[in-house]
C-alpha cells in the first residue's frame, strides 16, 4: 500500500503565525484529504484537495484559514494561517490509494 | 455530508473476551467501511474493512459485519490481548471519496 510521508511531525508556534504541513505520496492519487484531531476527539475532515482544481472545504472551514495546495498528484500542503491556542491539535493527511485510505503520521501543533 | 454515530464511547474487557464495537451511517450512497485503531501519539492504522457487497469480513481475530438496510456495521474483537487496547474508529465514505470518521471508542483491556 501507499506510504505518505508527513512532515513536520510536530511544531510549537506562535499566536499569528502560520504553519505548512507538507504531504508527500510515494505513488499517484487523486484525493488527498485533510484532518483535523484536537485532544481526545475524533478526526474532523478540513478539505479535500484534488489536483488541478481549488480545495473543497468542509462547513466550519474556510480557505483564508486554512490554505492548500495539490500541484501534482504525489504532494499537497495544508497552511494554518493566523494561529490561536485554539488551532492546537494534531493535523493529518490521507489519499485514497485504490485499496483503501493511507494516513500519513500526523503533525502536532501547539500555539502558544 | 455523511453521519457517522459509534457507540460505546469508552470500553472495558477483561482479558480473553470479547468486544463489539458498533457504528450507524446515514448516506445510503456510503458503500466502503473501514476501521481504524490509533495508539497514542500515532496516526490512524487501517485494520479492517468492508464494502457494502459484503455482509461479514473476518480476519483472524478481527471481525466486521454490515447491514446495509439498517445502516449500521458492527466490529468484533474476539480473544482481546492488552495490546488490543487503543481508540477506535469506524468510518464510511463512498469509494475513493470524502470519508467521515465515528466519534471513536476507547478499548481497555484488563490483564
Known amino acids: ?112 | 455530508g455523511e453521519n457517522v454515530e459509534q457507540h460505546p464511547s469508552t470500553l472495558s474487557v477483561q482479558e480473553g473476551d470479547s468486544a463489539v464495537i458498533k457504528c450507524t451511517y446515514s448516506d445510503s450512497a456510503s458503500n466502503y467501511f473501514p476501521w481504524y485503531k490509533q495508539e497514542l501519539g500515532k496516526g490512524p492504522q487501517l485494520i479492517i474493512d468492508i464494502r457494502s457487497n459484503v455482509g461479514e469480513k473476518k480476519d483472524q481475530r478481527i471481525a466486521v459485519t454490515l447491514n446495509k438496510t439498517a445502516k449500521h456495521f458492527s466490529l468484533h474483537i474476539t480473544e482481546t490481548q492488552p495490546e488490543d487496547s487503543a481508540v477506535y474508529f469506524c468510518a464510511a465514505s463512498y469509494e475513493g471519496n470524502q470519508f467521515y470518521f465515528g466519534t471513536g471508542t476507547s478499548l481497555t483491556v484488563i490483564p
Do not use: H
Request: one cysteine or more; glycine letters at 8%.
Open chain 1, 1 to 112: 500500500s501507499a506510504v505518505i510521508s508527513q512532515k513536520p511531525s510536530r511544531d510549537i508556534c506562535q499566536r499569528g503565525t502560520s504553519l505548512t504541513i507538507q504531504c508527500q505520496v510515494d505513488s499517484q492519487v487523486t484525493m488527498m484529504f485533510w484532518y483535523r484531531q484536537q485532544p481526545g476527539q475524533s478526526l474532523t475532515l478540513i478539505a479535500t484537495a484534488n489536483q488541478g482544481s481549488e480545495a473543497t472545504y468542509e462547513s466550519g472551514f474556510v480557505i483564508d484559514k486554512f490554505p492548500i495546495s495539490r500541484p501534482n498528484l504525489t504532494f499537497s500542503t495544508l497552511t494554518v494561517s493566523n494561529m490561536s491556542p485554539e488551532d492546537s491539535s494534531i493535523y493529518l493527511c490521507s489519499a485514497w490509494t485504490g485499496a483503501g485510505y493511507t494516513f500519513g503520521s500526523g503533525t502536532r501543533l501547539t500555539v502558544v
